[in-house]
Every structure is written in structure tokens, then in C-alpha cells.
């Protein structure tokens, strides 16, 4: 499908639900393998947050494929208490051999750092991949869980066709959950990659030497089609609501009379992230039951 000014639109519901058919059937698998299907636990400080809206579409998600899904509300009145109540949580799940994945609700409640979740998750169940040893493993070029809004903005880039070695990439961002692990991704498939962020001087100077573009800011609009080389790859994975609409952070109109294909937003990235998030836990599920029956198999990717 292309874009009434001629780019190619690289639509996310189809690929997802390419994806969570190969989840289902590996879902199915493992039940028959192991008398039971692979669980996720989201665990949530408060349910008050914006983000039980995503969490519950992941818990409905699992429901949809057979992954058994639950919440785990994390009790306390206090950041300590809750913080410590965090931490037993997290040490109880990672025991738990029907919990083959964990993702903890982002933000943190004020006074609960990062830190507490890095320190207590196993990272073998660690599926969004936050956890410092994942990290690092994907900053080396091995195998572990990336964050899947990472991954599906790779993903996407993949199914665009776009010929990443060799190729000048420019990203906008540099978070640990989209930005550096997008930038590690693009730098171990060949391209040439420039990290824009905030400090960033001249940022239309960047992204007109770029053949893809992977934009993930937060900034509805910051980037336009005056902005772009002619015939880039754009990724948009941007969410930003703009008068009760979503957005992304490029400007889809006039980035799409440039560029040679383009992701929309809502429609693009999204949909891929929660499809990629399943898998993970599949995968995660996968290698547990393998080192359970076969000790000696640990740490094999
Ligand atoms: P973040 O706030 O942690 O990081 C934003 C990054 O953008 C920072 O590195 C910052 O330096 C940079 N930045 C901000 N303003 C800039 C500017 N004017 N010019 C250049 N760089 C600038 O955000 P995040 O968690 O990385 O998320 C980025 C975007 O992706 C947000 O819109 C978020 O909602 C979206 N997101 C989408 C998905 C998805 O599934 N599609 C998932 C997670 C996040």
C-alpha cells in the first residue's frame, strides 16, 4: 500500500499478526510439551498509571494466544515499603517455574528507581529486556531479550526491505528502551549509525544524510519532509497525543512526499511491539523448560 503522495506504507497490523500466529503455535507447542502453557506476570505499582491501558492489552493479548497472563499488584502506602514489596515480589516470580516472563509497569511510582527492578529480575525472564546482563549481551552482539519496542522498530525496518548494511543511519533518541538498543541493533547489521538526541545541534543536518531514519523522541512533528533525503526508509515510533489524537513524532504529510516508505502512527510500530513481546516470552519459556530437562544446555543461545 503506498501513501497518497507515493511512499510506501509499512503497516504493523499485518506483520503482527504474522507474528502471534507463529506465538500461538509455539504456545500450543509447549503446552503439549510441558502440561502447561508459558505465563507472563505484569507486575504494577498502582493501578492508578496511564500505563494499565497498555498492560491490559497485553494481559488480553496472552488471553488471545493461551499464554496464561496475570497481574501481581505490588502492595505499600510508602516508596520503601513498596520498594521492598517490589523486591519480594520480583524474588517470588523469578522462583516460579509457570512465570517464564516478567515485565514490570513503567514509570516507577516517585521515589522507586530503576534500580530495584534491575537488581531483584531474573534476567533469564527478563522479556523487555531492562535488566543490565541483556543489555550488555545486545551491546556485545550476542543473544538476549532486547526491549520490543526496539526490536519492532528493527523489525519493521527489516520488512521494509531496506538494505541496512552499508547504509547511513541516523536515529533520534537514545533511551535505553528505544534509542541506544536501536542504535546497537543497526550498528551490528552494518550500518553507519549517528545517535541524535536532545543536545543535538543541528538535527536537520543528521537526518538528511540518512538512508533510514528511526525517529523516537516524544516530539510530535519534529521531523518534516524538508528534513529527509529523498527516498529514505522512516521509522516513526513516536507516540504523542496531539487534541485527543495520536501522533507520531514526524510530520506523515510532507515526510511522505520524500520519503520512499514510511510507518504511520497509530498503525505502524505499535502493533508490532505487543505481537514482538509474546514471542519473547515464548522464547523465554522455551529455553527455560531446555535447561530444566538439560542443565548442561545453560547459557547456549
Ligand atoms: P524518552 O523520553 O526516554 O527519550 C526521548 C529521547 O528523545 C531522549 O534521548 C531525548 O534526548 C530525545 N529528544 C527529545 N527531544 C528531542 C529533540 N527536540 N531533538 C532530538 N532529540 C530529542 O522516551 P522513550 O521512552 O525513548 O520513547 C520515545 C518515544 O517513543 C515516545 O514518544 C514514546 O511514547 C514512544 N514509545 C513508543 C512505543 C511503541 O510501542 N511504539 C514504546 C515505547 C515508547
Redesign the pocket.
Known sequence: MTTQAGARLLEGAPIADEIRTGVAAGVAAFEAANGRPPGLAVVVCGRSAPSMVYLERILKACAQVGIAGRLVDVPGDDPATQAAALTAALHELNADDTVSGIIVQMPLPAGIGLKVVVDAIDPAKDIDGIHPLNAGLLRLGFEGFV???AH??LEMLARSGATVAGAEAVV????????MPVASMLVKGGATVTV?????RD?AAHTRTADILI?????PG?VTGAMLKPGAVVID????VVDGHLV??VDFASASEVAAAITP?PG???P???ALLLAHLVRAAQRQATERSDPAAQGDA
Open positions: 526491549p520490543a519496542t519492532a522498530a533520534i533518541g537514545r533511551s535505553p528502551v528505544v534509542g541524535c538526541h536532545s543536545r543535538t538535527l525517529v523516537a523522541a516524544g516530539v519534529l515510533v513516536g507516540i504523542n507520531g513524532d502512527v505502524g510500530v505499535g508490532l511491539t505487543n
